[in-house]
Protein backbone atom coordinates (compact mmCIF):
# COMPACT_ATOMS: atom_id res chain seq x y z
CA UNK A 1 0.00 0.00 0.00
CA UNK A 2 1.30 3.46 -0.83
CA UNK A 3 0.95 6.80 1.18
CA UNK A 4 -1.35 9.34 -0.30
CA UNK A 5 -0.48 10.96 -3.91
CA UNK A 6 -0.16 14.98 -4.37
CA UNK A 7 -1.65 16.01 -8.00
CA UNK A 8 1.21 14.89 -10.23
CA UNK A 9 0.73 11.33 -8.95
CA UNK A 10 3.65 11.19 -6.30
CA UNK A 11 3.08 9.40 -3.25
CA UNK A 12 4.46 10.69 -0.10
CA UNK A 13 7.15 7.92 0.49
CA UNK A 14 8.63 8.35 -3.36
CA UNK A 15 9.07 12.41 -1.97
CA UNK A 16 10.13 11.55 1.43
CA UNK A 17 13.28 9.18 -0.08
CA UNK A 18 13.55 11.24 -2.85
CA UNK A 19 14.91 14.38 -0.68
CA UNK A 20 16.32 12.15 1.88
CA UNK A 21 18.57 10.61 -0.72
CA UNK A 22 19.07 13.95 -1.92
CA UNK A 23 20.19 15.41 1.80
CA UNK A 24 22.67 12.56 2.12
CA UNK A 25 24.46 13.22 -1.30
CA UNK A 26 24.44 16.80 0.39
CA UNK A 27 25.80 16.04 3.54
CA UNK A 28 28.43 13.88 1.64
CA UNK A 29 29.51 16.76 -0.39
CA UNK A 30 29.72 19.31 2.38
CA UNK A 31 31.56 16.47 4.39
CA UNK A 32 34.36 16.48 1.79
CA UNK A 33 32.65 12.95 -0.09
CA UNK A 34 33.54 14.47 -3.02
CA UNK A 35 36.45 16.75 -2.18
CA UNK A 36 35.14 19.65 -2.88
CA UNK A 37 35.53 20.76 0.30
CA UNK A 38 39.11 19.25 1.34
CA UNK A 39 42.08 21.04 1.15
CA UNK A 40 44.33 20.38 -2.00
CA UNK A 41 47.30 18.59 -1.56
CA UNK A 42 50.73 20.35 -1.79
CA UNK A 43 53.96 19.67 -3.60
CA UNK A 44 57.01 18.39 -1.16
CA UNK A 45 59.94 19.49 -3.50
CA UNK A 46 61.01 22.89 -2.01
CA UNK A 47 63.02 21.17 0.65
CA UNK A 48 60.35 20.44 3.52
CA UNK A 49 61.64 18.38 6.03
CA UNK A 50 59.04 15.50 7.71
CA UNK A 51 57.34 16.65 10.71
CA UNK A 52 57.59 13.29 12.46
CA UNK A 53 61.69 12.58 11.77
CA UNK A 54 63.28 15.60 10.16
CA UNK A 55 65.00 14.52 6.96
CA UNK A 56 64.44 16.56 3.94
CA UNK A 57 62.25 14.78 2.07
CA UNK A 58 62.92 15.11 -1.37
CA UNK A 59 66.22 13.50 -0.64
CA UNK A 60 65.25 10.19 0.13
CA UNK A 61 63.15 7.64 -1.65
CA UNK A 62 59.73 5.60 -1.23
CA UNK A 63 56.17 7.16 -0.53
CA UNK A 64 55.37 10.17 1.38
CA UNK A 65 52.59 11.56 3.19
CA UNK A 66 50.64 14.70 4.11
CA UNK A 67 47.65 15.47 6.71
CA UNK A 68 45.84 18.57 7.48
CA UNK A 69 44.33 19.10 11.08
CA UNK A 70 41.32 20.92 11.90
CA UNK A 71 43.94 23.36 13.84
CA UNK A 72 46.80 24.33 11.32
CA UNK A 73 50.10 23.81 12.48
CA UNK A 74 51.73 26.51 14.84
CA UNK A 75 54.40 27.23 12.18
CA UNK A 76 52.33 27.06 8.69
CA UNK A 77 49.01 26.98 7.09
CA UNK A 78 48.35 23.53 5.45
CA UNK A 79 49.37 20.22 5.83
CA UNK A 80 51.58 18.22 8.16
CA UNK A 81 54.06 16.85 5.45
CA UNK A 82 56.14 13.35 5.64
CA UNK A 83 59.19 11.71 4.16
CA UNK A 84 57.63 8.16 4.08
CA UNK A 85 53.74 6.12 4.76
CA UNK A 86 55.07 5.36 8.37
CA UNK A 87 56.14 8.79 9.54
CA UNK A 88 52.68 9.90 8.00
CA UNK A 89 50.64 7.01 10.26
CA UNK A 90 52.83 7.38 13.07
CA UNK A 91 52.60 11.44 13.08
CA UNK A 92 48.48 11.26 12.83
CA UNK A 93 48.41 8.39 15.47
CA UNK A 94 50.19 10.25 18.08
CA UNK A 95 48.77 13.88 17.16
CA UNK A 96 44.90 11.89 17.29
CA UNK A 97 46.25 10.89 20.85
CA UNK A 98 46.51 14.21 21.66
CA UNK A 99 43.23 15.09 20.81
CA UNK A 100 44.16 16.28 17.38
CA UNK A 101 41.30 16.09 14.19
CA UNK A 102 42.25 15.03 11.09
CA UNK A 103 40.41 16.21 8.01
CA UNK A 104 42.18 14.97 5.47
CA UNK A 105 45.49 12.70 4.68
CA UNK A 106 47.14 12.30 1.51
CA UNK A 107 49.88 9.88 0.20
CA UNK A 108 51.66 8.97 -2.79
CA UNK A 109 49.52 7.24 -5.33
CA UNK A 110 52.10 4.96 -7.23
CA UNK A 111 48.86 3.49 -9.49
CA UNK A 112 49.02 7.44 -11.28
CA UNK A 113 53.15 7.43 -11.36
CA UNK A 114 55.92 5.78 -13.62
CA UNK A 115 57.93 4.44 -11.10
CA UNK A 116 61.33 2.34 -10.66
CA UNK A 117 62.28 0.02 -7.94
CA UNK A 118 66.31 0.96 -7.79
CA UNK A 119 69.45 -0.25 -5.59
CA UNK A 120 71.08 -3.19 -3.90
CA UNK A 121 67.90 -2.93 -0.67
CA UNK A 122 65.15 -2.18 -3.21
CA UNK A 123 63.96 0.89 -3.08
CA UNK A 124 60.46 3.18 -4.63
CA UNK A 125 61.32 6.42 -6.62
CA UNK A 126 59.70 9.24 -4.68
CA UNK A 127 56.99 11.67 -6.81
CA UNK A 128 56.47 15.05 -4.96
CA UNK A 129 54.43 16.87 -7.06
CA UNK A 130 50.88 17.63 -6.05
CA UNK A 131 49.23 15.72 -8.39
CA UNK A 132 51.03 12.46 -7.36
CA UNK A 133 49.01 12.58 -4.29
CA UNK A 134 45.45 10.47 -3.93
CA UNK A 135 43.37 11.24 -0.31
CA UNK A 136 43.75 8.31 2.03
CA UNK A 137 40.62 6.76 1.37
CA UNK A 138 40.76 5.65 -2.38
CA UNK A 139 43.94 3.90 -1.50
CA UNK A 140 45.18 0.23 -1.09
CA UNK A 141 48.05 -0.16 0.81
CA UNK A 142 51.23 -2.98 0.12
CA UNK A 143 52.20 -3.35 3.70
CA UNK A 144 55.52 -5.79 4.42
CA UNK A 145 57.19 -5.92 0.67
CA UNK A 146 60.54 -5.88 0.51
CA UNK A 147 60.56 -2.69 -1.58
CA UNK A 148 61.81 0.22 1.03
CA UNK A 149 61.04 4.06 1.39
CA UNK A 150 62.74 6.71 3.33
CA UNK A 151 62.78 5.13 6.49
CA UNK A 152 63.02 1.70 5.48
CA UNK A 153 60.45 -0.70 5.31
CA UNK A 154 57.06 1.13 4.40
CA UNK A 155 53.62 1.01 2.91
CA UNK A 156 53.49 1.44 -0.92
CA UNK A 157 50.05 2.86 -1.77
CA UNK A 158 47.62 2.25 -4.85
CA UNK A 159 44.66 3.54 -6.12
CA UNK A 160 43.55 0.38 -8.33
CA UNK A 161 44.02 -2.30 -6.21
CA UNK A 162 45.12 -4.78 -8.88
CA UNK A 163 48.59 -2.39 -9.06
CA UNK A 164 48.65 -3.51 -5.71
CA UNK A 165 47.99 -7.21 -6.19
CA UNK A 166 50.45 -7.15 -9.04
CA UNK A 167 52.93 -5.02 -6.43
CA UNK A 168 52.51 -7.35 -4.08
CA UNK A 169 52.95 -10.66 -6.16
CA UNK A 170 56.55 -9.45 -7.28
CA UNK A 171 57.68 -8.48 -3.95
CA UNK A 172 55.78 -9.38 -1.48
CA UNK A 173 53.44 -8.27 1.08
CA UNK A 174 49.58 -7.77 2.25
CA UNK A 175 47.67 -5.57 0.14
CA UNK A 176 45.01 -4.06 2.52
CA UNK A 177 43.17 -0.56 2.65
CA UNK A 178 44.99 2.40 3.45
CA UNK A 179 41.88 3.14 6.30
CA UNK A 180 42.75 0.33 7.91
CA UNK A 181 46.37 0.68 8.91
CA UNK A 182 46.53 1.38 12.24
CA UNK A 183 49.88 2.03 15.10
CA UNK A 184 50.11 -1.49 15.35
CA UNK A 185 50.75 -2.25 11.61
CA UNK A 186 53.13 0.56 11.35
CA UNK A 187 55.03 -0.49 14.24
CA UNK A 188 55.20 -3.99 13.39
CA UNK A 189 56.73 -3.42 9.53
CA UNK A 190 59.12 -0.55 11.48
CA UNK A 191 61.20 -3.90 13.46
Known sequence: MTGPTD???????TMLTTAAGGLAVGLAGCMGGNGADRPAAVALDEGQTCDQCGMVIEEHPGPTGQVFFEDHLSDRDGPAWFCSGTCTYTYRSDQEAEGATPIVTYLT????????????????TAHLAAEDYVVESALSVVAGSEVIGAMG????????????????????????????????LVDSIKS
Open 109 to 124: DYSAVDYSIEGDQPAI
Open 7 to 13: EAGIDRR
Open 153 to 184: PDLIPFSDTADADAFAEEYGGEVLPATDVDRE
